[in-house]
């Protein structure tokens, strides 16, 4: 409704009204309007924005818009926006350019900042020194709560959250937190020590990301100190960027799970190419892996070709497999993620699974069998071939989707590989091994 | 670690020594340890813990834990933790709670807190009504900024966060809110009407939590505060409650696109039958829907029957054809749930699966061709026909993957629904058809 309005008052040409109606509009929601305007309209509108609010709009755009309005706007222009930002979202800005802009940038800094700028650079992608911002509230453990409460006051407006302070001692050794409920509610001159919560929960610089949101998560803060490996205050990471991160680490695990290589760029974003590489190794893997399910079949060839009518159960079979192999694997990967399960649990998980399996068998196995020896009419042993074979293929395909995740996990590797297209892969070849011996057994075919 | 030395100076009864320790954990800590403990024990450490500390610890207990340990307790210890939680940390534990504890506990809260308590009770399920917490801090918006601090001294030990403040009228009309960096960085005598945040973000009791998470997500809040149907302020949701939500929504749709029905509980929690039971519906209705794929093996028996061989390359072109299906679909649900695509990009989706499945599918195609006709040395007809399938059921199978989850969502269905067990299986019958038929006509087989 606001894109309209917003795109009504720029063909009509009606500016001021264009200026007033956006100090109505949330930041975040003039970003999402400027994504969809053209090169023209988007630096129309943005130089209509004040320089604070331009800032905020600025933080909420995507990298490709950022990228073309660092194009269109002049190198005064473009430091007045980035001194506005703050730091963490300056360096998520300055990762995503190309070289030279980040160059020009650079250099209309001054030597400090550009020093630190370099520093962030540095640190890991989905690292904790990667998250943090430098705006934070640092106190003086031996400060007044007076005169914290007037330092915090007085640098406030700078910093991203004021509502948890870090106490340090004189070489900036991280000694504590304390939060501003805390400092308000405590008398005026009572010391920051004897109010600070000491044995802070801390990160280090390497810490990965998904570590860090474990972090948050398990203690429900709203922020977390970084230190470095001295353990000096070096930053804080805000829950907001955590949020971004646990949605980041769900995608990728979703990805994982569906055997696509991650990427962090949004599905519309990425072109083509870049697509079809994310997927192309593992289909590969897979085709090349399933060529062993073909050797299988080839083997009983003969079996094959006296009762043909074996085929026909093949995709049934496999599907059946592959898909109880996947629920279960989905599960425990799942588990293991939340941190519900680890590897002591697996013999619990196996023994949880074979019963779970016996139910869930016994129950397709029967209607199977009433379907195809009832209803279709194929022969006792034909039937029961079937069915036997459900009721194992089930059994196997849950107990392999239950352990993999796990030994997957002790081996160091992302247990979200072991998820059903490897999984269905690997249940194949046994689910057929599996039928074929039934069906030479039972049915009496000699091979 | 903790845990050990809590176990030693239990078993060694030296209970002085565990009371001191347990004041250097966390309570969060104290609260994984308990869930280790046996009834005797538990009780033991419990009691041991100084009563806010005790209440902090029980939030942190599993529903299981809690009423273990509601059973051991007598009413008065219980009813003492029970008025020291937070509001929403309560209801969610009389949630949980059978009805008989429920009721003794009723018994025992006032009038006008059971009356509270159960209005609470009925609010939907994943409602924000079900999240919301009435430990705010409401101000009127006539208040000047040294009373609204003065307010927030007096009243802020018993809230849950006083960083945001709610500005309400004579009716409780939400008006505004405030933060407190506001308050403390404004003038002692503004009014609270000119320094808070006109047309607050805001959702309604009745609305969905994912609603809430996107809004959580969209405007980067730390809290949102909720409003009845007339618009009155009833409570607010904090963002530790919102985190849970996420993850709690991430492992619902991991769970959908396993074809598992979604379950709250832990997998080691859940008992056989009911793990059993979430799985078992999909199981059947793909069972079942696979059967139509054995039908099209039965309608080229007379195919199969003259070149058996073509039944071994049947679970390497169904494996395909399913992974493709599943990385686009999972793609595109991802997408959906993270609203970077929606209906309006049906053609783009379309457009570039099928560019994505021309690339993807011809070097599969080109690896097949050479392991079957130069390696395995099949003649050059069934080469052909195996490979020229694979492209097109590449081709299928990501084009059906990627719009099933745009149109499920359109006709107000999961898209979740629409991931690898259903892709599969609709991709498998495609993949035979073509199979076959191209069979047919290259190899020339008569049917």
């Known amino acids: 409704m606001n894109l309209e309005v917003v795109m009504q008052l720029i063909e009509q040409k009606r500016y001021p009204e264009l200026k007033q109606e956006l100090q109505n509009i949330r930041p975040v929601d003039i970003a999402h309007i400027l994504e969809e305007l053209n090169e023209r309209d988007t630096l129309l509108v ?48 300055l990762e995503e350019m190309p070289a030279n802009v980040v160059k020009k940038i650079l250099k209309n800094t001054s030597e400090m900042e550009r020093k630190l700028i370099n520093q962030f650079l540095m640190y890991p992608d989905y690292s904790a020194g990667s998250l943090m911002t430098i705006e934070f509230v640092d106190l003086k ?76 998560k398990k203690y429900d803060l709203l922020a977390v100190p970084v230190v470095d490996n001295e353990k000096r205050l070096v930053g804080i990471i805000t829950i907001d960027d955590v949020v971004d991160v646990i949605e980041q680490e769900a995608t990728e695990d979703f990805y994982r799970m569906a055997a ?17 590489r994310k997927r192309i ?26 009762v043909v009518a074996l085929a026909s159960f093949i995709p049934m079979l496999m599907n059946n497999g592959g898909n109880a192999g996947s629920q ?30 016996l139910i869930v068998g016994s129950i397709l196995s029967l209607v199977n069998f009433m379907r195809v020896y009832l209803i279709q009419g194929y022969s006792l042993q034909i039937s029961l071939t079937v069915s036997i074979t459900i009721v194992i293929t089930i059994m196997v395909a849950e107990i392999i989707g239950g352990i993999l995740p796990i030994i997957a ?18 249940v194949d070849a046994t689910t057929l091994a599996i039928y074929f011996t039934l069906a030479v057994w039972i049915i009496g075919i000699t091979v």
Chains 1, 2 share one sequence.
């Open 328 to 357: 279960a694997s989905t599960l425990i990967i799942r588990g293991l993620v939340l941190g519900e399960i680890d590897f002591k649990n697996i013999f619990t998980v196996i023994w949880k699974e074979a019963r779970v399996a």
């Open 46 to 93: 943005f130089r209509l924005l004040s320089k604070g609010i331009a800032a905020d709009v600025f933080s909420h755009l995507s990298s490709e818009k950022q990228a073309e309005l660092s194009t269109l706007v002049d190198e005064k222009e473009l430091s007045d926006i980035l001194d506005e930002l703050f730091f963490d979202d300056k360096i998520d800005y």
């Open 409 to 426: 996990q002790k081996l160091k590797l992302d247990p979200a590989m072991m998820a059903s297209p490897l999984i269905t892969t690997i």
């Open 141 to 216: 453990k031996e400060m007044l709560a007076k005169d914290a409460l007037a330092r915090i006051r007085k640098i406030a407006p700078d910093k991203e959250t004021i509502y948890t302070c870090y106490a340090i001692d004189e070489e900036r050794h991280l000694e504590g937190t304390v939060t501003l409920k805390d400092i308000v509610l405590a008398g005026d001159d009572v010391k920051i020590e004897n109010i600070m919560q000491k044995n802070p929960i801390y990160v280090k610089t390497h810490d990965d990301q998904e570590y860090v949101a474990d972090i948050f």
């Open 260 to 276: 696509v290589q991650p990427s962090e760029e949004s599905y519309l974003d990425t072109d083509v190419f870049t697509l079809a």
């Open 281 to 306: 190794v593992w289909l590969l893997v897979l085709m090349i892996s399933a060529t062993f399910t073909g050797f299988i079949i080839d083997k009983y060839q003969v079996a094959l070709e006296s």
